[in-house]
């Protein structure tokens, strides 16, 4: 990614990934001594959570947005040495030496372009047995709003990879995952036209898009982008997976 995130606005409006992020964490049993990954920190809002359940344990919060751990770090202040910072990219082997009892990761894994490498990145730092929590942008993900941006300015649509149920499980069992379970939510989301809604696609949607623009054309492109919605809604697809670590 070359366009670097507005990590305060990020934290302000992401209220829809916080909300899924909270039921994926839901799914990983944890006895509160563990040492846990959060793959894809942001700004901390569901990392918070995860150091709430683990009293006696460890994050390790990694993204590979400078701004975003920044702002994970006021967030999580609280939490001492309990929880270490690292950026990193997930597409490329991560620096982390002492392996991990479980891995989470929310709204992250579709800004990561090669899948495959990601999931071998992410099998190398957990021991066997441990399990891999996770949700992101499955097939179909915003497609509505990318059909608008490829007929607005130049047409630029910013990759991502949103990836199918189908693939996605080969890809871990080639990883060294087993226990694999992988599927597809709707999860449509509704914000305010205006300034809420503008503000979420440039933030969110449209970030790589707009970085491309000069400055004083950024609102307007957003501006076009939002007025051209038929309902001020998101398609969101979410990608949940659960796998476990094999021997």
């Known amino acids: ?59 390790v919060a990694l993204d590979a947005s400078p701004a975003m751990l920044d702002e994970a770090r006021r967030r999580l202040a609280r939490f001492g040495e309990r929880v270490t910072y690292l950026q990193a990219d997930l597409g490329r082997p991560l620096p982390i030496e002492r392996p991990v009892d479980a891995i989470l990761s929310t709204a992250t894994f579709h800004w990561v372009l090669d899948h495959d490498a990601l999931f071998r990145n992410l099998a190398a730092v957990i021991r066997p047995g441990g399990r891999l929590v996770a949700q992101c942008g499955g097939v179909g993900n915003i497609e509505s709003v990318r059909q608008i941006a490829r007929t607005v300015g130049d047409g630029f649509d910013a990759e991502r990879n949103f990836a199918t149920p189908l693939a996605t499980a080969a890809r871990l069992e080639a990883a060294g995952f087993g226990m694999v379970e992988v599927w597809l939510t709707d999860e449509p989301t509704r914000l305010e036209r205006g300034e809420p809604l503008e503000t979420y696609l440039a933030t969110v949607c449209l970030r790589e898009h707009i970085a491309r623009l000069p400055a004083e054309e950024r609102a307007a492109y957003v501006a076009e982008v939002a007025g051209r919605m038929p309902e001020p809604v998101l398609d969101y697809v979410r990608l949940n997976i659960l796998a476990t670590r094999r021997s």
């Not at 507005?6 to 509160?32: I, K, N, Q």
């Open 1 to 59: 990614m070359t366009a670097e995130w507005d990590a305060r606005t990020y934290d302000r409006v992401a209220d829809p990934m916080h909300a899924w992020g909270l039921e994926v964490l839901d799914r990983l049993p944890l006895s509160g001594d563990e040492r846990v990954l959060d793959a894809g920190c942001g700004s901390g809002r569901v990392t918070e959570a995860l150091a709430e359940r683990l009293p006696t344990g460890h994050v």
